[in-house]
């Protein structure tokens, strides 16, 4: 349940190793700059909050996580759920909501629900994913064209609004910093695989700005300057109601997270072969997320962006992250009075290609060629997630799957009667008159699981004929899993035949419908000379229920 890779991987540690991981983690944590910051004020919060989450969650996640090359730090996930918290409930809320979804997290882990997130649909995962970019894009608006407004609602269309009416306010220098931003990430990569396009244009157009003293915000003219050192630990107040009012949004960070860091986990194996520990890396998670929160930092997970860029630079075990995480601490202690140079445009023109890499537009776009209840699970996920909040949006996406699935169950269980022909047990095909079944006997073979999805169909035995039949048999060969409420139609079809005097008899029952018929004591009623493995010792039982009617 909780084994950290770490550990695992410092038992054949070797020098070479170290030197790989710490050249991948230098530059992972250089890279890694940037984006903590620019998360953080997309999210509503000061910059050097981002940073102590790259720091205190990164190492963490490194040192307790179940993934060998995971990196872990601030999101584009998160920056929807933190504006609107902190906008709410302001920090202290968004300290314990973070605090509140640590805990939910390790119990996650402790109760092994590694395996069951993976089951969160394809469609609700870019439905919600797409709609997040498209948020984080709209936040970017502001920055992106320098524009002089007042505070940014946190409604999608309210923040539109607000843009269209004072596009006239647009400050072309920042436009122009911001439009560099994007085309060097662009071009960057058909120069240098190496070095990331994000930290030369910060670097760049940072230079570029100050150079030329370009009248543009900056993270120092906007915020100040960055500490140079870590804050102490603190732990807010709070009672009974706070915590009921931030269970949900907590829930929901939590949720997210955990989300998040298992793909990546699973992409990270796809890319190293290797195998990541899913309820060790939820557990670590949880801690990150109370040691983030504890620090003054936002919610962390595992960056899909940052750890592909850590295997791609010889990254193999968790000292890479560790590494990372120390590396923004020195950036931090040691040069960052520089950072608040860097102009707001260019933050935004890396968030805007944040957000169309986020955005899975070609995901989306295969999805939405798909069967019309993934359609109608993606666009209702997609435009939740953006009109209304994520919160929603995860919880309606997986409603939907669950009722379009247990619909497409239900349509592929029947229930049918065998007037001609069935196949034997051998896998033979035989006539019906090959095995003798007399007068007064229907026999009904059932397909696919018997849950509550399907149980209705037992109500439709009685409308398939127009006699009762003196002995009814079910075949229940086909029909690999059975739930309670199938259990209670097949319960209640039991007594119906009862009070009609008909005899039932069972047949070809797995495993799993064979407990549960003991455990229901279903099997006692029914009896167990009725119950039977083959149709032919089925039919001869049905035969000599016959003649003791007559």
Same mark, same amino acid.
């Given at each position: 349940?909780?084994?950290?890779?770490?550990?695992?991987?410092?038992?054949?540690?070797?020098?070479?190793?170290?030197?790989?991981?710490?050249?991948?983690?230098?530059?992972?944590?250089?890279?890694?700059?940037?984006?903590?910051?620019?998360?953080?004020?997309? !999210?509503? =919060?000061?910059?050097?909050? &981002? @940073?102590? /989450?790259?720091? %205190?969650?990164?190492? $963490?996640?490194?040192?307790?996580?179940?993934?060998?090359?995971?990196?872990?730090?601030?999101?584009?996930?998160?920056?929807?759920?933190?504006?609107?918290?902190?906008?709410?409930?302001?920090?202290?809320?968004?300290?314990?909501?973070?605090?509140?979804?640590?805990?939910?997290?390790?119990?996650?882990?402790?109760?092994?629900?590694?395996?069951?997130?993976?089951?969160?649909?394809?469609?609700?995962?870019?439905?919600?994913?797409?709609?997040?970019?498209?948020?984080?894009?709209? !936040?970017? =608006?502001?920055?992106?064209? &320098? @524009?002089? /407004?007042?505070? %940014?609602?946190?409604? $999608?269309?309210?923040?539109?609004?607000?843009?269209?009416?004072?596009?006239?306010?647009?400050?072309?220098?920042?436009?122009?910093?911001?439009?560099?931003?994007?085309?060097?990430?662009?071009?960057?990569?058909?120069?240098?695989?190496?070095?990331?396009?994000?930290?030369?244009?910060?670097?760049?157009?940072?230079?570029?700005?100050?150079?030329?003293?370009?009248?543009?915000?900056?993270?120092?003219?906007?915020?100040?300057?960055?500490?140079?050192?870590?804050?102490?630990?603190?732990?807010?107040?709070?009672?009974?109601?706070?915590?009921?009012?931030?269970?949900?949004?907590?829930?929901?960070?939590?949720?997210?997270?955990?989300?998040?860091?298992?793909?990546?986990?699973?992409?990270?194996?796809?890319?190293?072969?290797?195998?990541?520990?899913?309820?060790?890396?939820?557990?670590?998670?949880?801690?990150?997320?109370?040691?983030?929160?504890?620090?003054?930092?936002?919610?962390?997970?595992?960056?899909?962006?940052?750890?592909?860029?850590?295997?791609?630079?010889?990254?193999?075990?968790?000292?890479?992250?560790?590494?990372?995480?120390?590396?923004?601490?020195?950036?931090?202690?040691?040069?960052?009075?520089?950072?608040?140079?860097?102009?707001?445009?260019?933050?935004?023109?890396?968030?805007?290609?944040?957000?169309?890499?986020?955005?899975?537009?070609?995901?989306?776009?295969?999805?939405?060629?798909?069967?019309?209840?993934?359609?109608?699970?993606?666009?209702?996920?997609?435009?939740?997630?953006?009109?209304?909040?994520?919160?929603?949006?995860?919880?309606?996406?997986?409603?939907?799957?669950?009722?379009?699935?247990?619909?497409?169950?239900?349509?592929?269980?029947?229930?049918?009667?065998?007037?001609?022909?069935?196949?034997?047990?051998?896998?033979?095909?035989?006539?019906?008159?090959?095995?003798?079944?007399?007068?007064?006997?229907?026999?009904?073979?059932?397909?696919?699981?018997?849950?509550?999805?399907?149980?209705?169909?037992?109500?439709?035995?009685?409308?398939?004929?127009?006699?009762?039949?003196?002995?009814?048999?079910?075949?229940?060969?086909?029909?690999?899993?059975?739930?309670?409420?199938?259990?209670?139609?097949?319960?209640?079809?039991?007594?119906?035949?009862?009070?009609?005097?008909?005899?039932?008899?069972?047949?070809?029952?797995?495993?799993?419908?064979?407990?549960?018929?003991?455990?229901?004591?279903?099997?006692?009623?029914?009896?167990?000379?009725?119950?039977?493995?083959?149709?032919?010792?089925?039919?001869?039982?049905?035969?000599?229920?016959?003649?003791?009617?007559?």
């Amino acid at each position: 349940m909780f084994a950290p890779k770490l550990f695992t991987c410092l038992k054949d540690y070797s020098k070479e190793k170290f030197i790989t991981d710490c050249i991948a983690g230098m530059i992972v944590g250089v890279v890694a700059i940037p984006l903590a910051i620019a998360f953080a004020i997309a !999210s509503g =919060v000061s910059p050097d909050k &981002g @940073l102590f /989450t790259a720091i %205190i969650a990164g190492f $963490f996640i490194s040192v307790l996580g179940g993934s060998r090359v995971q990196i872990g730090g601030p999101t584009g996930a998160f920056v929807v759920i933190v504006y609107g918290i902190v906008q709410k409930y302001g920090i202290d809320g968004l300290v314990i909501a973070t605090l509140m979804a640590g805990v939910i997290l390790i119990i996650m882990g402790v109760v092994r629900f590694g395996s069951i997130v993976k089951f969160i649909p394809h469609s609700v995962i870019v439905g919600f994913t797409s709609g997040i970019a498209m948020i984080i894009f709209s !936040s970017q =608006v502001k920055d992106f064209l &320098g @524009l002089t /407004t007042g505070k %940014i609602p946190a409604e $999608f269309l309210e923040k539109w609004r607000l843009f269209i009416g004072n596009i006239g306010t647009i400050n072309y220098d920042a436009f122009m910093l911001a439009m560099l931003t994007v085309l060097i990430i662009a071009i960057w990569p058909k120069v240098s695989r190496k070095i990331p396009g994000a930290l030369v244009a910060l670097i760049s157009v940072s230079a570029l700005s100050a150079f030329f003293r370009l009248p543009v915000e900056t993270i120092g003219s906007r915020f100040g300057d960055l500490p140079h050192t870590l804050p102490a630990p603190h732990f807010p107040a709070f009672g009974l109601k706070r915590i009921q009012e931030l269970f949900q949004p907590a829930f929901t960070i939590a949720i997210l997270g955990a989300i998040e860091s298992l793909l990546s986990a699973i992409v990270s194996d796809g890319m190293i072969g290797g195998k990541h520990r899913s309820n060790t890396e939820l557990i670590g998670q949880g801690v990150a997320n109370i040691g983030s929160a504890l620090f003054g930092g936002i919610p962390a997970t595992g960056a899909i962006a940052r750890t592909v860029t850590n295997i791609k630079n010889g990254g193999r075990t968790p000292v890479a992250g560790i590494v990372h995480a120390i590396t923004v601490l020195l950036i931090m202690l040691f040069l960052g009075a520089w950072i608040k140079f860097v102009p707001l445009a260019c933050l935004a023109g890396i968030l805007v290609v944040v957000a169309y890499h986020m955005s899975e537009w070609r995901s989306f776009r295969e999805l939405l060629k798909w069967s019309t209840g993934g359609r109608m699970v993606l666009l209702t996920t997609f435009f939740l997630t953006v009109f209304v909040d994520l919160n929603a949006a995860i919880e309606v996406g997986v409603v939907m799957s669950a009722f379009i699935f247990m619909k497409r169950m239900s349509d592929a269980t029947t229930i049918k009667v065998m007037a001609k022909e069935f196949e034997n047990e051998d896998g033979e095909d035989q006539p019906l008159s090959a095995i003798v079944v007399p007068p007064g006997v229907r026999v009904y073979e059932i397909n696919g699981p018997l849950f509550f999805g399907a149980a209705n169909h037992f109500d439709e035995i009685d409308r398939q004929v127009n006699e009762k039949p003196g002995v009814r048999i079910l075949r229940f060969r086909d029909v690999p899993l059975i739930d309670s409420t199938g259990m209670h139609a097949l319960r209640s079809f039991y007594e119906k035949c009862k009070n009609s005097r008909i005899h039932l008899i069972v047949t070809g029952l797995h495993v799993q419908p064979l407990n549960e018929m003991v455990k229901s004591h279903l099997y006692d009623m029914i009896g167990e000379d009725n119950v039977f493995s083959a149709m032919k010792p089925a039919i001869a039982r049905a035969n000599e229920l016959l003649q003791e009617k007559n």
